[in-house]
C-alpha cells in the first residue's frame, strides 16, 4: 500500500481528470450521460478552476501566472473575477506544477464535481399567524430589498411575477346586467367609455395542481375567483392570453402580454361588482435572470427569458422564486412572503459537474450587484468535504463578510440510504457494502448506471487501506492519487486529500469499461484495513440519475446524524430544514404536519459544529413553471403546484431575512441572524432539544412576525369598514368614523377620494378627511375608496359613489310650474340615503323656489334618482352577505388569514 498523497494546496481531482479526458474524453461515463458534465468544465488543454491566495495578486504576479498557463477570468466590465482574494481562472493541465509552488496559493480547486443538484423533495400560517398575508398589510413586504437566487432558472411570463402598478382601469358592463360576464364585459383601455373590440375580458384561471401523478387539478373552470385568478384583455380574440416576444410584444408591454389585471375587490366578496375596478400588472419583480451564460435584464431584454433555453428546466427555480417574491397582496391570496422584493435568478441548469466555478461567478455578479440575501438552492452532497473548508465555502464566508446572508437549504439526504457512519476498532476490518441494481426507474424507462461516485472521509491521523470487492467477486486494492484499475467489468480511480481543517476525504468513482455495458449489478463492498486507531469513517454515494431518490445506496445506511449538505456546511450558512407545513406525508414516519420531515438533513459537520440554523415549512402552493413538459400536459403558464422539501423551507428564511433588512435597515448581517434565530418557536418540538443550535431543529422553527414585531401575533379578526361622504359648501368630508374594529384594537384609515389608485391620505388615526370642493369636477360622478386596518395588518374596505352638482340654478319661468311654486318653505325634503350637508343660512320663498326648480331640472336631465338641496348625491356599493345592495357602509370582508402560500 501507497500512503495517501496529502496535500492542502492542489486538489487530487485536477490529476484525475487529466487521465480520463486524455484516455476517454468527454464523452466518458465520469462526466455524466452523453457526457454533458464536461460542457464547458474542461477539455483536453485544460480545466477551470477556483484559486485562494493568502493575498490579493499584484499585476506581476497575474501576468507570472498567465504566462504559465494560468488564465484569470475577468467579468463584463473587464474586472478579475474575483471574490476577496478567491480567483476564477482556467489553468492548463502544464500549469499545475508551477502553481504548486506558488509562494501565496492556499488552495486551487478543481472547477469540475459530478452530483449536483437542487435540493427538492417530492405554510404560511406556521411562520407566526399568517404572515404572508398580515406583512403586507402592515407595510413590509420586502420592498428596497434584493433576494439573489441561485437556481434552475425561471418562467419570467408566469403572471406571479409581476407588480400590479400599472394603475386602475374601469371595467364595461357590456350587458348592463349588474354583474361581471367573461368574453362579454370589457376593459376601459383607452378610457373612452365605449367596450371596443379589443378590450374583452377573459378569466385567466389561477389553477393549481395537488398531486401531479393523480393529475389532480382545480380552479380550471374559466369563472373569476378574485383571490386566485387575473382578468386579461383579449385582444385578438382567440382566447388564450398569448405572451412573449414571439406573440408581438416587447420589453416595454406590461407584464410582457396582452393586458393582464387583478380585480380591485373593495368588498372582499370574491366577485367583481359595479364600481370596483382593475389593476394592471406592469413591472416584472425580477431584476435579472442569467440563464447559464445569457444576462437578460428588466427594461432591456427580460421578456426573451420566456424563450430561453433554461426554461424547460425552470421548474425547481419558478417554485423557490415564487416562494419569495410571488403573486399580488392586497389581491390574491397566493403570495410569497416578501412580494415587494425584487429578486435575481442565477440559472444553473447542468445536472453533472462545472460546480465550483459557475458558482463562484453568480456570488461575485451578487455581491456587484448589492444583494441582500443570497439563497443557494444547489449542493453536492456526495464529493465534496463536510467541514467548511472548500474555496467556494471560503467565497460565501466572504460575502457573508460583506454583508451579504448566505441562506442554504440542508438537502434531503437523510433516508434517501446514501449516508453511512461506521465505526471501525484498531486491527479490524471496516465494510461499507452498497447495492447496485439494474437501473434507475423513471416512469416507464429504466436508465442503467454507468457511474457510480462518493468519499469516504474520516478526521484521524491514520492513513487506512482501501479495497473494492465487485459482486461475486475477490477484493481489488486500490491506491490513493494512483492509476485507475479495473474491478469487474467495471474501472476505478481513488483519490485522498487532507482538508484544510484536518479532515480526510478519499473519493471514489466507478464507472463502464465499456460504455454500452453498464456496472455490474448486485452487491459491492468498500474494504477499509491498516485501521490503528479506533476511528469513525464516513460515506457517501451515488450515481448518475437518482440524485435524493433511491437509487444505488448502502446497504446498512445510517440516518438522523451528519446528513447535511454542502455548501450547508459553509461557516456563514443559514442552513434551513423542512418540517410539514400543509399536508402529512403518511406513508413516511416522522413527516405529519409540525414535525420534522424524515428527509430534512441533519447536524452536525463533521468537526462537530451543529450547522443547523433554523426549520421552515416545506409544502406552498407556489408558481408552477410552463416548461415544454408541462405545456404538452395542456396545462397553463398561470398555473400553481405544491413544492416541499428543503428546497421549499429555504425561501421562507431567505424572505424572512429580506423583510428585517427592509424593517432594520441599519442592522448588520449578524443581527439580522440573531433576531432570526432568537424569535424562533421552540414548543413541542421532536426530539426536545437539549440546547440550542439542536442538530436537528437548529435554533427552532422560523416564526417571522415574532423576528419583525419581538413578540408572537395573537388571534386577529378584520375590522369593518365604513365610509360616508358629506358635501359641504365649501369641502368635501369623508367620515370613517363608523369604521370599528371586533377586538378593539386601535385602527388607522387611509383615503383615495376620487379612487384614482393613488392614496391621498397615508395612514392616519384620523378618521374624518376634507377636501376642498374645488377638487373636484361638478356633474361627474366619484367614487371614493377607504381603507381600514388594524394594528396587526388585517385590512378591509368601502367604496362610496358621489357626485357634485352646481347648486346656481338655469333661468327658469318661475309661472311654469305652480305645484313647486306653492310649496312651503318648510316642505319635508326629498329623502335619499345618503348623508347630505345642510346649509346654515335660511332663503327666502324666491331663492327656494328657483333651487327647487333648477334641482328638479337636473334631476330630469341626469335620470337620477332625488337629491338633496346641497345639490349632493352619495351612495355605498359594498355587497351584503346575501347579495343585497348596502347603502351608507359596507360590510366586514372575510378575515385573510387561513390561506396557503
Given at each position: 500500500?501507497?500512503?495517501?498523497?496529502?496535500?492542502?494546496?492542489?486538489?487530487?481531482?485536477?490529476?484525475?481528470?487529466?487521465k480520463?479526458?486524455?484516455?476517454q474524453?468527454?464523452?466518458?461515463?465520469v462526466?455524466?450521460?452523453?457526457g454533458q458534465?464536461?460542457?464547458?468544465?474542461?477539455?483536453i488543454?485544460?480545466?477551470?478552476?477556483?484559486?485562494?491566495?493568502?493575498?490579493?495578486?499584484?499585476?506581476a504576479?497575474?501576468?507570472?501566472?498567465?504566462?504559465?498557463?494560468?488564465?484569470?477570468?475577468?467579468?463584463h466590465?473587464?474586472?478579475?473575477a474575483r471574490?476577496?482574494?478567491?480567483?476564477?481562472a482556467?489553468?492548463?493541465?502544464?500549469?499545475?506544477?508551477?502553481?504548486?509552488?506558488?509562494?501565496?496559493?492556499?488552495?486551487?480547486?478543481?472547477?469540475?464535481?459530478?452530483?449536483?443538484?437542487?435540493p427538492?423533495?417530492?405554510t404560511?400560517?406556521?411562520?407566526?399567524?399568517?404572515?404572508?398575508?398580515?406583512?403586507?398589510?402592515?407595510?413590509?413586504?420586502?420592498k428596497?430589498?434584493?433576494?439573489?437566487?441561485?437556481?434552475?432558472?425561471?418562467?419570467?411570463?408566469?403572471?406571479a411575477?409581476?407588480?400590479?402598478?400599472?394603475g386602475?382601469f374601469?371595467?364595461?358592463d357590456?350587458?348592463?346586467?349588474?354583474r361581471?360576464?367573461?368574453?362579454?364585459?370589457?376593459?376601459?383601455?383607452?378610457?373612452?367609455g365605449v367596450?371596443?373590440?379589443?378590450?374583452?375580458l377573459?378569466?385567466?384561471?389561477?389553477?393549481w395542481?395537488?398531486?401531479?401523478?393523480a393529475?389532480?387539478?382545480?380552479?380550471?373552470?374559466?369563472?373569476?375567483?378574485?383571490?386566485?385568478?387575473?382578468?386579461y384583455?383579449?385582444?385578438?380574440?382567440?382566447?388564450?392570453?398569448?405572451?412573449?416576444?414571439?406573440?408581438?410584444?416587447?420589453?416595454?408591454?406590461?407584464?410582457?402580454?396582452?393586458?393582464?389585471?387583478?380585480?380591485?375587490d373593495?368588498?372582499?366578496?370574491?366577485?367583481?361588482?359595479?364600481?370596483?375596478?382593475?389593476?394592471?400588472?406592469?413591472?416584472?419583480?425580477?431584476?435579472?435572470?442569467?440563464?447559464?451564460?445569457?444576462?437578460?435584464e428588466?427594461?432591456?431584454?427580460l421578456?426573451?427569458?420566456?424563450?430561453?433555453?433554461?426554461?424547460?428546466?425552470?421548474?425547481?427555480?419558478?417554485?423557490?422564486?415564487?416562494?419569495?417574491?410571488?403573486?399580488?397582496?392586497?389581491?390574491h391570496?397566493?403570495?410569497?412572503?416578501?412580494?415587494?422584493?425584487?429578486?435575481?435568478?442565477?440559472?444553473f441548469?447542468?445536472?453533472e459537474?462545472?460546480?465550483?466555478?459557475?458558482?463562484?461567478?453568480?456570488?461575485?455578479?451578487?455581491?456587484?450587484?448589492?444583494?441582500?440575501?443570497?439563497?443557494?438552492?444547489?449542493?453536492?452532497?456526495?464529493?465534496?468535504?463536510?467541514?467548511?473548508?472548500?474555496?467556494?465555502?471560503?467565497?460565501?464566508?466572504?460575502?457573508r463578510?460583506?454583508?451579504m446572508?448566505q441562506?442554504?437549504?440542508?438537502?434531503?439526504?437523510?433516508?434517501?440510504?446514501?449516508?453511512?457512519?461506521?465505526?471501525?476498532?484498531?486491527?479490524?476490518?471496516?465494510?461499507?457494502?452498497?447495492?447496485?441494481?439494474?437501473?434507475?426507474?423513471?416512469?416507464?424507462?429504466?436508465?442503467p448506471?454507468?457511474?457510480?461516485?462518493?468519499?469516504?472521509q474520516?478526521?484521524?491521523?491514520?492513513?487506512?487501506?482501501f479495497?473494492?470487492?465487485?459482486?461475486?467477486?475477490?477484493p481489488?486494492?486500490?491506491?490513493?492519487?494512483?492509476?485507475?484499475v479495473?474491478?469487474?467489468?467495471?474501472?476505478?480511480?481513488?483519490?485522498?486529500?487532507?482538508?484544510?481543517?484536518?479532515?480526510?476525504?478519499?473519493?471514489?468513482y466507478?464507472w463502464?469499461?465499456d460504455?454500452?455495458?453498464?456496472?455490474q449489478?448486485?452487491e459491492?463492498?468498500?474494504?477499509?484495513?491498516?485501521?490503528?486507531?479506533?476511528?469513525?469513517?464516513?460515506?457517501?454515494?451515488?450515481?448518475?440519475?437518482?440524485?435524493?431518490?433511491?437509487?444505488?445506496?448502502?446497504?446498512?445506511?445510517?440516518?438522523?446524524?451528519?446528513?447535511?449538505?454542502?455548501?450547508?456546511?459553509a461557516?456563514?450558512a443559514?442552513?434551513?430544514?423542512?418540517?410539514g407545513?400543509?399536508h402529512?406525508l403518511?406513508?413516511?414516519?416522522?413527516?405529519?404536519?409540525?414535525?420534522l420531515?424524515?428527509?430534512?438533513?441533519?447536524g452536525?459537520?463533521?468537526?462537530?459544529?451543529?450547522?443547523?440554523?433554523?426549520?421552515?415549512?416545506d409544502?406552498?402552493?407556489t408558481?408552477?413553471?410552463?416548461?415544454?413538459q408541462?405545456?404538452?400536459?395542456?396545462?397553463?403558464?398561470?398555473?400553481?403546484?405544491?413544492?416541499?422539501?428543503?428546497?421549499g423551507?429555504?425561501?421562507?428564511?431567505?424572505?424572512?431575512?429580506?423583510?428585517v433588512?427592509e424593517?432594520?435597515?441599519?442592522?448588520?448581517?449578524?443581527?439580522?441572524?440573531?433576531?432570526?434565530?432568537?424569535?424562533a418557536?421552540r414548543?413541542?418540538?421532536?426530539?426536545?432539544?437539549?440546547?440550542?443550535?439542536?442538530?436537528?431543529?437548529?435554533?427552532?422553527?422560523?416564526?417571522?412576525?415574532?423576528?419583525?414585531?419581538?413578540?408572537?401575533?395573537?388571534?386577529?379578526?378584520?375590522?369593518?369598514?365604513?365610509?360616508?361622504?358629506?358635501?359641504?359648501?365649501?369641502?368635501?368630508?369623508?367620515d370613517?368614523?363608523?369604521?370599528?374594529?371586533?377586538?378593539?384594537?386601535?385602527?388607522?384609515?387611509?383615503?383615495?377620494?376620487?379612487?384614482d389608485?393613488?392614496?391621498?391620505?397615508?395612514?392616519?388615526?384620523?378618521?374624518?378627511?376634507s377636501?376642498?370642493?374645488?377638487?373636484?369636477?361638478?356633474?361627474?360622478?366619484?367614487?371614493?375608496r377607504?381603507?381600514?386596518?388594524?394594528?396587526f395588518?388585517?385590512?378591509?374596505?368601502?367604496?362610496?359613489?358621489?357626485?357634485?352638482?352646481?347648486?346656481?340654478?338655469?333661468?327658469?319661468?318661475?309661472?311654469?310650474?305652480?305645484?313647486?311654486?306653492?310649496?312651503?318653505?318648510?316642505?319635508?325634503?326629498?329623502?335619499?340615503?345618503?348623508?347630505?350637508?345642510?346649509s346654515?343660512?335660511t332663503?327666502?320663498?324666491?331663492?327656494?323656489l328657483l333651487?327647487?326648480?333648477?334641482?328638479?331640472?337636473?334631476?330630469?336631465?341626469?335620470?337620477?334618482?332625488p337629491?338633496?338641496?346641497?345639490?349632493?348625491?352619495?351612495?355605498?356599493?359594498?355587497?351584503?352577505?346575501?347579495?343585497?345592495?348596502?347603502?351608507?357602509?359596507?360590510?366586514?370582508?372575510?378575515?385573510?388569514?387561513?390561506f396557503?402560500?
Open positions: 500500500m501507497s500512503p495517501p498523497v496529502s496535500s492542502q494546496q492542489i486538489d487530487p481531482t485536477f490529476a484525475f481528470l487529466q480520463v479526458i486524455a484516455v474524453g468527454a464523452k466518458s461515463p462526466f455524466g450521460p452523453s458534465g464536461a460542457r464547458g468544465a474542461l477539455d488543454h485544460g480545466t477551470a478552476a477556483l484559486l485562494r491566495f493568502d493575498q490579493e495578486l499584484d499585476e504576479q497575474l501576468a507570472a501566472l498567465e504566462k504559465q498557463g494560468v488564465r484569470f477570468e475577468r467579468r466590465d473587464g474586472q478579475l471574490i476577496g482574494t478567491i480567483y476564477r482556467w489553468i492548463r493541465w502544464s500549469a499545475l506544477e508551477a502553481l504548486s509552488d506558488h509562494p501565496n496559493l492556499i488552495r486551487a480547486e478543481a472547477g469540475w464535481a459530478p452530483g449536483v443538484l437542487l427538492l423533495e417530492v404560511g400560517e406556521k411562520l407566526g399567524a399568517h404572515a404572508a398575508h398580515i406583512l403586507p398589510g402592515l407595510g413590509v413586504d420586502g428596497t430589498t434584493l433576494i439573489g437566487n441561485i437556481d434552475s432558472g425561471i418562467d419570467v411570463l408566469h403572471p411575477f409581476f407588480h400590479a402598478d400599472g386602475l374601469d371595467w364595461i357590456v350587458n348592463a346586467n349588474g361581471f360576464d367573461a368574453g362579454i364585459d370589457a376593459v376601459d383601455l383607452n378610457k373612452n367596450a371596443d373590440r379589443n378590450e374583452v377573459r378569466v385567466l384561471d389561477g389553477s395542481v395537488q398531486d401531479f401523478r393529475g389532480q387539478v382545480q380552479n380550471r373552470d374559466g369563472v373569476l375567483q378574485t383571490r386566485l385568478d387575473w382578468l384583455a383579449d385582444m385578438n380574440r382567440d382566447s388564450e392570453r398569448n405572451v412573449g416576444r414571439t406573440a408581438g410584444f416587447d420589453e416595454q408591454s406590461p407584464a410582457y402580454g396582452e393586458p393582464l389585471f387583478v380585480v380591485d373593495v368588498n372582499a366578496n370574491g366577485r367583481l361588482d359595479p364600481g370596483e375596478k382593475l389593476v394592471l400588472l406592469k413591472t416584472s419583480k425580477i431584476k435579472k435572470y442569467i440563464d447559464n451564460a445569457t444576462v437578460y428588466r427594461g432591456i431584454n421578456i426573451d427569458a420566456g424563450q430561453a433555453e433554461g426554461l424547460a428546466n425552470a421548474h425547481h427555480g419558478t417554485g423557490v422564486s415564487g416562494i419569495l417574491v410571488g403573486g399580488q397582496p392586497g389581491y391570496d397566493r403570495i410569497g412572503l416578501a412580494p415587494g422584493a425584487d429578486l435575481i435568478v442565477y440559472g441548469s447542468f445536472t459537474g462545472w460546480e465550483t466555478t459557475i458558482m463562484a461567478s453568480f456570488i461575485e455578479d451578487a455581491l456587484h450587484e448589492q444583494v441582500d440575501v443570497l439563497l443557494h438552492e444547489w449542493t453536492n452532497c456526495f464529493t465534496r468535504s463536510l467541514d467548511g473548508s472548500t474555496n467556494m465555502e471560503a467565497a460565501m464566508d466572504h460575502a463578510a460583506q454583508g446572508i441562506i442554504n437549504p440542508l438537502g434531503n439526504l437523510n433516508r434517501s440510504q446514501k449516508h453511512i457512519r461506521r465505526e471501525v476498532v484498531a486491527g479490524a476490518q471496516g465494510l461499507l457494502s452498497f447495492e447496485v441494481g439494474n437501473g434507475f426507474a423513471f416512469g416507464p424507462d429504466v436508465f448506471y454507468t457511474l457510480i461516485y462518493g468519499t469516504v474520516w478526521r484521524g491521523p491514520i492513513s487506512p487501506a479495497a473494492l470487492r465487485p459482486p461475486g467477486g475477490e481489488v486494492h486500490v491506491y490513493l492519487n494512483a492509476d485507475t479495473a474491478v469487474g467489468n467495471a474501472l476505478t480511480h481513488w483519490t485522498h486529500e487532507a482538508t484544510l481543517r484536518d479532515t480526510n476525504i478519499a473519493t471514489f466507478l463502464s469499461a460504455q454500452q455495458v453498464p456496472v449489478a448486485g459491492w463492498a468498500v474494504i477499509i484495513d491498516d485501521v490503528f486507531e479506533d476511528e469513525s469513517f464516513f460515506g457517501r454515494i451515488s450515481d448518475s440519475y437518482s440524485g435524493w431518490s433511491l437509487g444505488v445506496g448502502w446497504k446498512q445506511s445510517t440516518t438522523d446524524a451528519m446528513t447535511l449538505c454542502f455548501p450547508a456546511t461557516d456563514s443559514v442552513a434551513v430544514g423542512a418540517y407545513g400543509r402529512d403518511v406513508t413516511q414516519d416522522g413527516s405529519r404536519v409540525g414535525q420531515r424524515n428527509f430534512s438533513g441533519r452536525p459537520r463533521l468537526d462537530g459544529r451543529a450547522n443547523v440554523a433554523l426549520t421552515a415549512p409544502d406552498p402552493f408558481a408552477l413553471a410552463a416548461t415544454p408541462i405545456v404538452a400536459t395542456g396545462w397553463g403558464r398561470s398555473w400553481y403546484a405544491t413544492f416541499g422539501g428543503t428546497s423551507a429555504g425561501p421562507h428564511v431567505a424572505a424572512a431575512a429580506a423583510l433588512r424593517r432594520y435597515p441599519q442592522w448588520t448581517a449578524a443581527q439580522i441572524e440573531q433576531r432570526l434565530f432568537e424569535s418557536d414548543d413541542a418540538l421532536v426530539p426536545e432539544p437539549a440546547s440550542y443550535p439542536d442538530n436537528h431543529w437548529g435554533w427552532g422553527k422560523l416564526n417571522v412576525y415574532r423576528a419583525l414585531y419581538g413578540a408572537p401575533a395573537r388571534a386577529n379578526r378584520a375590522p369593518t369598514a365604513v365610509l360616508s361622504v358629506d358635501v359641504g359648501e365649501q369641502a368635501v368630508v369623508f370613517a368614523g363608523a369604521s370599528s374594529d371586533p377586538d378593539g384594537d386601535r385602527i388607522e384609515f387611509r383615503f383615495d377620494f376620487d379612487y389608485g393613488v392614496w391621498d391620505e397615508g395612514w392616519t388615526s384620523a378618521p374624518r378627511a377636501v376642498a370642493r374645488e377638487f373636484f369636477e361638478l356633474d361627474r360622478p366619484y367614487f371614493a377607504l381603507e381600514v386596518r388594524d394594528g395588518g388585517a385590512r378591509a374596505g368601502a367604496l362610496v359613489e358621489f357626485t357634485l352638482f352646481d347648486p346656481t340654478p338655469d333661468p327658469v319661468d318661475v309661472g311654469a310650474d305652480e305645484d313647486v311654486a306653492s310649496a312651503p318653505n318648510n316642505a319635508a325634503k326629498p329623502t335619499t340615503t345618503c348623508l347630505c350637508a345642510t346654515t343660512s332663503p327666502s320663498n324666491h331663492l327656494f333651487l327647487l326648480l333648477a334641482t328638479a331640472a337636473i334631476v330630469r336631465r341626469s335620470r337620477r334618482r337629491l338633496s338641496r346641497n345639490c349632493h348625491r352619495s351612495r355605498a356599493v359594498a355587497t351584503g352577505p346575501n347579495g343585497v345592495r348596502n347603502n351608507e357602509q359596507s360590510l366586514k370582508p372575510e378575515p385573510t388569514h387561513g396557503d402560500l
